[in-house]
């Protein structure tokens, strides 16, 4: 059932330099199957750092980070890109749209970076995908015709793609009004309950928090607060 564990991980900048900085201390944190958590804290409290890690963007100082009970830290860097572009997907707050390409290809991309040339299935997939998240209609387009909740929703159903065990977004409705916010929380809500991946999305925002069925909570680099709701 577990999908992600850390155990005593600490990650420091700057290591060996006389401005050497530990932002996280000792992290022990484990995400099942099914989890759908949100990690909010303050400023600088070190959310992004621990979602780069869990990423696999970068690597602890000391500690573990398993993934489906694999231990990352002897992995080379191709294993890391495969897993970041299979079991584990990423919805960034500036989601990283490739303007240059059709909002489908924008939605292929993760499958054609890992299996080449698009086949009928894949874009069968991704077609579905865009469908899902209501925007069937705007395949062809390029990203910045479409607002940034569409957008944003381009950039989940890229995430969904590869099918992730775990799915991780950074404030992915930071900038958006109320009415979109909502609906892309809805999407991941879904995902969650369709194809019971685990679900963490860091946000400030105490509504997207409240409707999550489990809080961490991040000061100073320890967490300070992890409840389940249900
Ligand atoms: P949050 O996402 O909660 O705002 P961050 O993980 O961005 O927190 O930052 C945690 C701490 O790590 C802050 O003190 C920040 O200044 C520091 N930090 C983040 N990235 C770097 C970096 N690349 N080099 C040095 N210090 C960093
Ligand atoms: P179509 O009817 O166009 O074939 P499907 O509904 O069968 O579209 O979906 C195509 C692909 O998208 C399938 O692989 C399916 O697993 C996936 N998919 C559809 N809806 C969702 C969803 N809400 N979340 C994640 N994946 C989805």
Same mark, same amino acid.
């Given at each position: 059932?577990?999908? /992600?564990?850390?155990?005593?991980?600490?990650?420091?900048?700057?290591?060996?330099?006389?401005?050497?900085?530990?932002?996280?201390?000792?992290?022990?944190? %484990?995400?099942?199957?099914?989890?759908?958590?949100?990690?909010?804290?303050?400023?600088?409290?070190?959310?992004?750092?621990?979602?780069?890690?869990?990423? /696999?963007?970068?690597?602890?100082?000391?500690?573990?980070?398993?993934?489906?009970?694999?231990?990352?830290?002897?992995?080379?860097?191709?294993?890391?890109?495969?897993?970041?572009?299979?079991?584990?997907?990423?919805?960034?707050?500036?989601?990283?749209?490739?303007?240059?390409?059709?909002?489908?290809?924008?939605?292929?991309?993760?499958?054609?970076?890992?299996?080449?040339?698009?086949?009928?299935?894949?874009?069968?997939?991704?077609?579905?995908?865009?469908?899902?998240?209501?925007?069937?209609?705007?395949?062809?387009?390029?990203?910045?015709?479409?607002?940034?909740?569409?957008?944003?929703?381009?950039?989940?159903?890229?995430?969904?793609?590869?099918?992730?065990?775990?799915?991780?977004?950074?404030?992915?409705?930071?900038?958006?009004?109320?009415?979109?916010?909502?609906?892309?929380?809805? /999407?991941? %809500?879904?995902?969650?309950?369709?194809?019971?991946?685990?679900?963490?999305?860091?946000?400030?925002?105490?509504?997207?928090?409240?409707?999550?069925?489990?809080?961490?909570?991040?000061?100073?680099?320890?967490?300070?607060?992890?409840?389940?709701?249900?």
């Amino acid at each position: 059932n577990e999908v /992600l564990r850390l155990a005593g991980v600490c990650k420091a900048y700057d290591v060996g330099t006389p401005v050497e900085n530990e932002v996280l201390h000792a992290i022990d944190l %484990r995400l099942d199957r099914g989890t759908f958590a949100s990690l909010t804290g303050p400023s600088g409290s070190g959310k992004s750092t621990l979602l780069n890690l869990i990423g /696999l963007l970068d690597t602890p100082t000391s500690g573990e980070l398993f993934v489906l009970e694999r231990p990352t830290r002897a992995m080379d860097d191709q294993e890391r890109t495969d897993l970041r572009g299979g079991t584990i997907g990423l919805v960034f707050q500036f989601h990283h749209l490739i303007q240059a390409f059709s909002v489908l290809d924008n939605v292929l991309m993760p499958l054609m970076i890992r299996q080449g040339r698009p086949t009928a299935a894949m874009i069968d997939r991704a077609r579905g995908l865009l469908a899902a998240v209501g925007l069937a209609a705007l395949a062809s387009r390029r990203p910045n015709e479409l607002s940034g909740g569409q957008q944003q929703r381009v950039a989940i159903a890229r995430a969904l793609v590869s099918e992730p065990v775990l799915l991780l977004a950074d404030e992915p409705t930071g900038n958006l009004d109320t009415v979109s916010a909502d609906e892309v929380f809805e /999407l991941f %809500r879904r995902f969650n309950a369709e194809h019971d991946c685990a679900v963490l999305i860091v946000t400030h925002d105490p509504r997207i928090s409240a409707r999550c069925d489990r809080v961490i909570e991040l000061v100073d680099g320890h967490i300070v607060r992890d409840e389940a709701k249900r």
